[in-house]
């Protein structure tokens, strides 16, 4: 098992910034790939960023160059997020994941809301 513990939602006004850390506890295997996911109400959970344990980076088109995800440790995460825009408000959710053994774990979620 493993558990993912999130911080640093919140409310921001647009242009503004804001980090979310996410913490893996528990099994953690070295090869594996964490990230961020965002929901916004009425619409379907959306890859924001992710990350390898080797430190290949993916982001969504929508994030380039305002976010940058990093990696602290082989279990910890942080998503830097500039220059936030009000689409970004979303439930931000953090994934772990790795491919052997076939794991896909979920944090709680963290509020993110961009608004004047």
């Known amino acids: 098992q493993v558990q993912l513990v999130e911080s640093g939602g919140g409310l921001v006004r647009p242009g503004g910034s804001l980090r979310l850390s996410c913490a893996a506890s528990g099994s953690i295997f070295s090869f594996n790939t964490m990230g961020w996911y965002r929901q916004a109400p009425g619409k379907q959970r959306e890859l924001v960023a992710s990350?390898?344990?080797?430190?290949?980076a993916n982001y969504a088109d929508s994030v380039k160059g305002r976010f940058t995800i990093s990696r602290v440790s082989t279990g910890t995460v942080h998503l830097q997020m500039d220059n936030l825009k009000p689409e970004d408000t979303a439930v931000y959710f953090c994934?772990?994941?790795?491919?052997?053994?076939?794991?896909?774990?979920w944090g709680q979620g963290t509020q993110v809301t961009v608004s004047s």
């Open positions: 990350i390898t344990s080797g430190g290949i």
């Open positions: 994934n772990y994941r790795t491919v052997s053994p076939t794991t896909n774990y």
